[in-house]
C-alpha cells in the first residue's frame, strides 16, 4: 500500500511539473493536496492538518515546483515536508534552526526536522544552522517561510534576536519578487510585544510594522486561520486553546525592483 501510494503522489506530482512551464503559476490544488497525502508524513503531523489547514497555507504562499524556500525555525519539519514534495526535485528546501534556539530548546523541539536531515528520500532538503545575528542562505530564495515563531525572535531564550537586522537579512535573501510568509498567534490589539514571552502571541500590527520596516511591502492577509473564540488570554501551550488559537497569516513581498544585495545566485 505504502509504495502504491508513494508512485501515486510521484504521478501527480510529475504531471504538474511536467505539464508546465518553468514559468508556471502557483500550485494548483491538486498539487499541494497530492503532497500532504505523502504517506512518509507522520501521524502526530498529519492530526495537526486540520487546524493548520495547509492546503491554504502553501497556497497563499505561492510557493511552486522549482522554487527554492527556506523554512526558518523549522522545529518539527511540519511544513520542511510538505514543502518538500510542493517544490518537487527542482526546487529546495532549507530548514534553518538558529544555534540559539539548539542550545535552548528540548531536542523534541527540533526532532521531526533533524529526522528529515537524515532521510535519503528527502533529497532536496538541507538542514542549515546559524547564529540569527548573521542569517544568511547559500543562493537566493523565493520563498521564505516562518510559521508560528516570528513572536519567539522578541523571547530571552533567542537572545532576544536582534530583528531589524535579522528581517533585513531576510528581505537580502530573497530574489527580487520573493516572498515572505508568515504565520503567528494573534494577542490582543495593541498589545505590541508585550505577550510574546508568557503567551507566545504577537499583536499582528506590530509584527506588520516591523517587518514592513526592512522594506517588505505586505501583499495580502488570510483570515483562513482566523478563531474569533480566542480571546488572546491565554497561553498557546494551555490545554484549553491548544491547537485553536486565533492566528494571522501574511503574506510580504520584496518589491521587484528591489536591488539585490551582494549573495549567492
Not at 536582534?162 to 510568509?181: Q, R
Amino acid at each position: 500500500m505504502e509504495i502504491k501510494a508513494r508512485g501515486y503522489l510521484t504521478c501527480l506530482l510529475s504531471l504538474a511539473v511536467c505539464g508546465a512551464g518553468a514559468d508556471t503559476v502557483p500550485p494548483t490544488r491538486m498539487v499541494v493536496e497530492a503532497a500532504i497525502s505523502d504517506p512518509r508524513r507522520p501521524d502526530d503531523q498529519v492530526k495537526l492538518d486540520a487546524s493548520r489547514k495547509p492546503v491554504i497555507s502553501v497556497l497563499f504562499s505561492q510557493a511552486k515546483a522549482g522554487d527554492r524556500i527556506a523554512d526558518l525555525m523549522s522545529g518539527n519539519g511540519y511544513f520542511t515536508r510538505i514543502l518538500s514534495q510542493v517544490v518537487g526535485p527542482a526546487g529546495h528546501v532549507y530548514a534553518y534552526i538558529p544555534t540559539e534556539q539548539i542550545a535552548h530548546c528540548s531536542p523534541q523541539e527540533i526532532a521531526g526536522t533533524q529526522a528529515i536531515a537524515r532521510d535519503s528520500s528527502y533529497r532536496n532538503v538541507t538542514l542549515l544552522t546559524g547564529s540569527l545575528t548573521d542569517f544568511r542562505l547559500p543562493k537566493r530564495l523565493d520563498v521564505i517561510w516562518m510559521s508560528q515563531s516570528y513572536h519567539d525572535l522578541h523571547d530571552s531564550f533567542l537572545g532576544p534576536a536582534n530583528v531589524p537586522v535579522l528581517n533585513k537579512a531576510v528581505f537580502d535573501s530573497l530574489k527580487p519578487g520573493g516572498i515572505f510568509l508568515v504565520i503567528d498567534h494573534v494577542a490582543e490589539a495593541g498589545s505590541g510585544l508585550r505577550d510574546t514571552e508568557a503567551l507566545h502571541r504577537i499583536d499582528p500590527l506590530a509584527m506588520k510594522n516591523e517587518i514592513e520596516a526592512a522594506g517588505f511591502v505586505l501583499e495580502s492577509q488570510s483570515d483562513a486561520l482566523r478563531n474569533s473564540e480566542d480571546d488572546h488570554k491565554l497561553a498557546v501551550f494551555n490545554p484549553s486553546i491548544r491547537g485553536k488559537t486565533d492566528q494571522v497569516l501574511f503574506r510580504f513581498r520584496k518589491p521587484y525592483g528591489a536591488s539585490p544585495a551582494p549573495h549567492g545566485s
